[in-house]
């Protein structure tokens, strides 16, 4: 591959900034601030895309970093580049919504489809991990990373068994740690214990509603559900009955109440026959004494014996003849005065005989009503007698039934209370039966569960032990891979140290790409060496890897501001070597001049840009 072109649209600090760059060896100058770190990471977001992550690292991520400086909008950028003969234009944009990636060969006109939006599937091994770690060298950043080396493993383990680099050594690790992690994170042993738990406590609440049960049932035992609605019906018939009862004798008594009423209602008084002294309210009113006659019968004493009246009259008419006689010889004042009186003596003396035979007349027949009350009274009070008898025994009776109705009421009231404990009980065992069925189920629902659980731990022990030695077999195998591509890694690099600083010197890398230096007598850890020799030696190791990874490939090598702790004799040394011996096209950016010098002394071709025009 040979980028020939880049346009940055809009990227970084660049508006519309347009370079060409050679085939072989080119030189990108610039000063501080200039943008050549923008330039490297241009080129790899062309490649790659521009990551964007999230939460607090979303401010320093590549995409906020390189965001344009103007029309913020607009953020895309183009790159023309060769490969296996054939040019190639690659459009991205990489604004946040309009994020899009299109290839396209000049050649035929026809768009390359990018399913993944990088350069993967166009160049074998061409991923953003390998670049950062082989061809792509930004500023500080020479060492590999730790991962970088199950990458290695996967390449040689690949190309050794199927001949490929398709297949990944450390994805499929990766995937089987994840299913080791899933199933041990999915274990049921937690859902197990809890089964158990749960198992304990079902048995425990079946023997409690067991225990529950035969009490209910012996405290039924004590009960005869036949006895106890033979017993409440008699008493609610008794009852019935002595409601009844109650209820005749209630209403006799209320016939004799009346019947008493109506013979104590007061008799009409005697009217006297006319010309009897006195009016009727003279009369005493009826009913017995206390000495047990009646007053009604008594005569009355106020009025003046009938002989008294006769003999005025017999005096009224003798004195009447004796002044016939000698009225001749009287005065006559004296005699009108002895006229008058014997005319009041007949006239009160004939006025008192009429008046007694009325009197002696009313008397005797007043005489015989009342001889008639009287014995009517007698009657009537013997009747009241008997009726006051009948009614004591009434309510004595009455009585006797109320007393029996109380004890009929408390005798159903108990009957009552039985039916209810019974029916209460009955309901209480009811439920408990419905509990322990229902505790039964889930007791079996929890066995099975619980069965199913075992079975399913089983298979994952089984599963985990297939991961678990699925994952040893391949770190094995990466283990003894490594003896495929760490010596001649190895190898490699210190061919390139040797001829970089023309020193022998045998380096040797184990599987975590971790580099030590054989002494003949040990083997020294290479943080002991320079920092100039230090850089020297990864980019000797990031060439090896990557005539690893990509094979027979050219690949574009990118450095930026690598050089910085090479002396001049080194950077004279890694120049001339690139300039004869790397086939690839070699893009350095640096802000010294040093490189176009030695260059130049060495008479060597190179394109050169200056970021700073």
């Known amino acids: 591959m040979i980028i020939k072109e880049l346009w940055l649209t809009h990227f970084g600090k660049f508006h519309d900034f347009h370079m060409e760059l050679g085939p072989s060896m080119n030189i990108i100058s610039g000063g501080n601030e200039a943008g050549k770190s923008t330039v490297y990471h241009f080129i790899e977001a062309m490649f790659f895309g521009a990551r964007r992550l999230r939460g607090r690292a979303a401010s320093s991520d590549m995409y906020s970093r390189f965001q344009p400086w103007e029309g913020k909008n607009s953020y895309e950028g183009t790159m023309i580049f060769e490969h296996q003969g054939m040019t190639y234009r690659l459009y991205r944009n990489f604004y946040k919504t309009e994020v899009s990636v299109t290839l396209v060969c000049l050649d035929t006109n026809k768009v390359i489809p990018l ?35 199950r990458t290695l493993q996967t390449q040689a383990a690949n190309m050794a068994m199927t001949g490929s680099s398709r297949l990944r050594l450390d994805s499929a690790l990766e995937c089987l740690e994840r299913e080791r992690r899933r199933l041990r994170r999915g274990s049921a042993d937690g859902e197990l214990e809890a089964l158990g738990k749960k198992e304990t406590y079902c048995r425990q609440e079946l023997e409690e509603n067991r225990q529950r049960l035969e009490m209910l049932d012996g405290e039924l035992e004590k009960f005869s559900e036949e006895d106890l609605k033979r017993k409440f ?71 003046l014996p009938a002989w008294l009246y006769g003999v005025l009259l017999v005096a009224g008419i003798l004195t009447g003849v004796i002044l016939a006689g000698i009225h ?139 991961v678990d030695t699925a994952r040893k077999i391949l770190e094995e195998l990466a283990g003894e891979i490594h003896e495929s591509f760490g010596k001649p890694l190895a190898d490699r690099a210190s061919e390139l140290m040797n001829r970089i600083t023309g020193e022998e010197r045998q380096f ?65 040394t890694v120049l001339s070597w690139f300039a004869s011996e790397y086939k690839g096209q070699v893009i350095v950016l640096t802000c010294q001049h040093r490189e176009c010098d030695i260059l130049d002394g060495l008479n060597e071709d190179y394109n050169y840009v200056n970021l700073e025009r």
């Open 233 to 303: 019906e008699s008493s609610e018939k008794g009852l019935e009955s002595c409601q009844m009862a109650i209820g005749a004798l209630s209403e006799k008594l209320s016939q004799h109440a009346a019947q008493a009423g109506r013979n104590r209602a007061p008799l009409s008084p005697r009217q006297p026959p006319l010309g009897s002294h006195g009016s009727s309210t003279d009369r005493p009113s009826y009913g017995l004494t206390s000495h047990g006659h009646d007053p009604r019968l008594e005569k009355t004493g106020s009025r």
């Open 115 to 149: 399913p993944d939006g990088t350069l993967e599937n166009f160049i074998e091994n061409f991923t953003e991990e390998n670049f950062e770690n082989t061809i792509g060298v930004a500023q500080t950043q020479s060492r590999l990373s730790r991962s970088f080396a």
């Open 508 to 572: 040797i890398i184990n599987e975590k790409l971790e580099m030590m230096v054989d002494n003949s007598q040990d083997f020294v850890p290479v943080s002991r060496l320079s920092e100039g020799a230090l850089e020297q030696l990864y980019l000797a190791v990031r060439l090896g890897a990557a005539k690893l990874l990509f094979k027979d490939a050219t690949v574009p090598l990118i450095l930026d501001d690598t050089f910085a702790y090479y002396d001049d004799q080194r950077l004279r």
């Open 328 to 466: 001749e010889h009287i005065p006559l004042p004296a005699l009108r005065l002895f006229l008058v009186l014997t005319a009041f003596l007949m006239v009160c003396g004939l006025l008192g005989f009429v008046r007694g035979i009325f009197e002696q007349r009313r008397e005797l027949s007043g005489r015989a009503f009342d001889e008639e009350r009287h014995r009517s009274i007698r009657e009537s009070d013997g009747e009241e007698e008997s009726h006051g008898r009948e009614a004591a025994g009434l309510q004595m009776e009455l009585a006797r039934m109320e007393e029996k109705k109380r004890a009929l009421e408390q005798r159903h009231k108990i009957c009552l209370q039985a039916l209810e404990q019974y029916r209460q009980i009955r309901e209480r065992r009811a439920w408990e039966q419905e509990q322990y069925s229902r505790i039964s189920n889930t007791l079996e629902d929890v066995i099975e569960e619980d069965q199913r659980l075992r079975d399913k731990i089983r298979e994952e022990k089984k599963e985990e032990l297939c």
